[in-house]
């Protein structure tokens, strides 16, 4: 028996990857382990978007052949969007990697693992539009759990290198989606986090129709679900059907993460976004006034090749004005194989790094008020995390996990990992909010 330890970087769906390989492992051979001190065998989930990500890969890769090298550990594979990027590359630089599958060849992780023991070196990146591999259960479920609704993407943005790394938007059937949604609750999840590449794309594919109001309203049939949480809703196609369903569903909470990238035309058309500044804005609009109390979070990318100072001031002028309770800002990654990368006008370095500051400062000051608003009001709040007898962590409707704030719930009563209680709210901190207890709505 040999113990696996994956190490996983990037997005959630990379998460959702290792899950799968995890699931598929031979039991008979091969046992997951949580702690990479004791595997034979190390898997490097690689992410390859953009260059910081590639720099953290690279290093874990390299970390992981030296802990191979000090006799920790047997062999030293590799899997995700950087090794689907550069396998030949990687397998030159670093020639005691024991083998790499891409991001469209996930069964194949048996057959990568019995190779390498046996001194083969196996190297698979083909098949990358190879369909959703259906019927995979997760071993071990939390109160939380990502479920991936479709693979690849059709937007072709001109920064972005994606649909070369995972192909064209797949989508997974509605009654494939209810059936691993349903198992999920059925072993303790609570929240179920829907994500794709782009997940307003949903269904386009199979049912010739834009079909991610339809999935929710049937997911939300499944008696114990508490929430439903959508991320990297595009807004190109971000429908009224949908805006209805954030309206009625009770289950779909309200919060909306929606990556713009910019708001001028100008940058918007060299980007190759299939959306404009007008459509943005109304978009927005009519979510806010169709359900007042959404969260909106976004993110923007500064620098890209042609910003020029009118672009950028267009771009602060909005975030002010829209006051988003939730922003990020990349600075622009020049990458390889993308159409950006060739255009004229590429933004120094020096001026990324202070347009990003900049908005950083605003949305700082955006963040604190809209959080001071939130002193005194109640909310539900699910239980992630025990600090000790009198203090808990968790979450409202209004923060995503791992890239959101949290709350600090103060109980006198003990409570448990799951539950879902109601607070009031005392304090806010940066990003962060501070609630008592009021009660136990239900128990995990």
């Not at 713009?260 to 060299?270: E, G, P, R, W, Y």
């Not at 409707?397 to 109980?411: A, F, L, N, R, W």
């Not at 879902?420 to 008592?436: A, M, N, T």
Request: proline share 2%.
């Amino acid at each position: 028996m040999n113990n696996v330890h994956i190490v996983t970087l990037g997005c959630s769906k990379n998460d959702v990857d290792s899950s799968m390989m995890y699931s598929l492992l031979d039991k008979d051979k091969y046992k997951m382990i949580e702690n990479p001190n004791e595997a034979d065998i190390l898997i490097v989930n690689t992410c390859g978007f953009i260059d910081a990500a590639k720099e953290e890969s690279i290093d874990t890769i390299l970390e992981s052949v030296e802990y191979k090298n000090e006799g920790r550990c047997k062999k030293v594979l590799l899997s995700g969007c950087l090794a689907q990027r550069y396998p030949e590359e990687l397998m030159k630089e670093i020639p005691e990697i024991d083998g790499i599958i891409g991001t469209g060849n996930i069964e194949y992780i048996n057959e990568l693992l019995d190779r390498s023991l046996s001194g083969d070196l196996f190297v698979k990146t083909d098949n990358l539009n190879s369909a959703y591999l259906e019927g995979i259960r997760k071993e071990k479920v939390n109160t939380t759990e990502y479920v991936k609704i479709s693979e690849g993407c059709n937007n072709n943005c001109s920064y972005c290198i994606i649909p070369s790394l995972r192909g064209k938007n797949r989508s997974r059937k509605i009654e494939d989606v209810y059936k691993e949604v349903e198992y999920l609750v059925s072993k303790g999840a609570r929240e179920i986090i829907l994500i794709a590449q782009n997940t307003t794309d949903y269904g386009i594919d199979l049912y010739s129709k834009y079909s991610l109001a339809n999935l929710i309203r049937e997911i939300s049939k499944i008696e114990e679900l508490k929430w439903i949480r959508v991320l990297y809703l595009y807004p190109d196609h971000f429908t009224d059907d949908l805006i209805e369903e954030f309206k009625n569903n009770d289950k779909l909470v309200n919060y909306v993460d929606m990556p713009l990238q910019h708001i001028s035309d100008n940058v918007l058309k060299n980007m190759n976004r299939k959306t404009s500044k007008d459509h943005i804005i109304k978009t927005l609009k009519n979510l806010r006034k169709s359900v007042p109390d959404i969260v909106i979070r976004t993110t923007f990318i500064v620098g890209f090749p042609g910003e020029n100072q009118e672009d950028f001031d267009q771009l602060v002028d909005f975030i002010e004005d829209i006051k988003f309770d939730k922003l990020g800002v990349f600075e622009y990654s020049r990458e390889e194989g993308t159409r950006a990368a060739n255009l004229d006008e590429q933004i120094p370095d020096n001026i990324k790094e202070e347009r990003k500051n900049e908005i950083m400062a605003i949305q700082s000051d955006i963040s604190g008020e809209i959080l001071s608003k939130n002193l005194e009001k109640t909310f539900d709040v699910l239980i992630e995390e025990k600090i000790d007898d009198n203090n808990y962590v968790g979450r409202t409707y209004m923060d995503s996990p791992e890239i959101d704030g949290v709350t600090y719930v103060q109980s006198d009563k003990e409570l448990e990992i799951g539950d879902f209680v109601q607070v009031e709210i005392i304090d806010s901190l940066d990003y962060d909010l501070v609630g008592e207890l009021i009660w136990i709505l239900q128990i995990s």
